[in-house]
């Protein structure tokens, strides 16, 4: 939804980078503290943790920090 929301306010005259901060407050920031708050769940065994799609992807992404700290991360389709 994230890039539709940039693409629109580009065609409305808006500066798409105001959602910049958005980015690194809602992702960048966020998704090492939702990082750790999982990992003493995930150690816990038989966890399934839900997050938004947005929180996955990425170098600073949940899937890129996990694996980042150990974890075995395997698609489910």
């Known amino acids: 939804v994230l890039p539709l ?3 629109l306010v580009r065609m ?3 500066d798409p980078t105001a959602f ?3 980015h690194a407050g809602l992702l960048t ?4 503290r939702m990082r750790d708050a999982a990992i003493p ?3 816990g ?3 399934f943790i839900a997050v938004g799609a947005l929180h996955l992807v990425g170098d600073d992404g949940l ?3 996990l694996r ?3 974890y075995e991360l395997k698609a489910v389709e």
């Open 29 to 32: 920031k966020r998704n090492p």
């Open 5 to 7: 929301q940039v693409e």
């Open 68 to 70: 980042q700290s150990g």
């Open 20 to 22: 910049n901060s958005f």
């Open 63 to 65: 899937v890129a920090l």
């Open 12 to 14: 409305n005259g808006g």
């Open 45 to 47: 065994g038989n966890a």
């Open 41 to 43: 769940i995930l150690d």
